[in-house]
């Protein structure tokens, strides 16, 4: 069933010249069929330079959007339309204008994990893989990092030549990881390193052997032959135990499961590829240049 609807999909991806891009929190099943698949920032970069028509965006609304905005000539398909990431709108673009009128000697950096509309009035964009770095390059002191706090909380720290200002805004799945599931996880696996990806909260982060986007955490745990507690979205220790058998990976909490990222299934990329449903994702052009800037400097400044 699953391989026939797999070759179903890859025909017809491939009689309408579509390309398919996967955030890794997707299903394997999905994975498989992809054509690129990688955590925010490589897919950011991807998408930049692709060679097609039509461009299908297997994740939430926030990556769909950020391709459209990479590629306003191509036609950019989310295959379930309400699949979206509740951080990405726990601001709003009023609130960040408000701010930049009373502290001009800021710079407002937004995580990847944000609407246009709020990008478009920020100055620079972050993944979680390149907020360190692009951080520290930002040439001012001053900033107003948001939505999430607790991957602020982490650049803060990192950086203490930094004044950084937080927004209360989180990850409502990494938010729910509690010292107690660390405190378990290691009573259960003493010997296993511990990786964890910044949106968990600060407290949580204390417990980290290795702190890294979805991709760092991939990469550490496929290259050691140590036990590993993943401290990200269950999909990720699903993903390593099925590519690496041998390999002894174990979810930090059962509470690392983000609904909005699993509701795309094969069947509703094969209802996108027929346009039979999905959604087109159609920008404000005006307002997707003006968030590019904050992509194309976070690329930049990210090199
Ligand atoms: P990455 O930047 O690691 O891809 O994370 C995206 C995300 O939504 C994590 O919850
Ligand atoms: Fe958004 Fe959290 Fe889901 Fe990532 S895991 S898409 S940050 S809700």
Redesign the pocket.
Known sequence: MIRNLQDEILKLKEEKKVTILA??YQSPEILEIADFTG???KLSVVAKDLDCDTVLMCGVRFMAETVKMLSPEKKVILPVSYAT?PMAEQISPQRVLDFKKDHPDYVVVAY??TTTALKAVCDVCV???SALKIVKAIPQKNILFIPDRNLGSYIKKMLPEKNIVLWDGY?P??NAVTVEDCETAKKLHPNAKILM?P?LPAEVLEYADVVG???AIIEYAKNTDEECIIG??KSIADYLNLVRPTGRYYQLSKKLI?PDMRFTTLSDVCQALKGLGGEEIILNPEMANQARRTIDEMIRLGQ
Do not use: I, P
């Open positions: 955030h890794s955590d925010s920032y990431c990847v994990n993944t979680s893989s990850c799945v990494h990806h949106e986007s979805t991709a990200t979205e983000c």
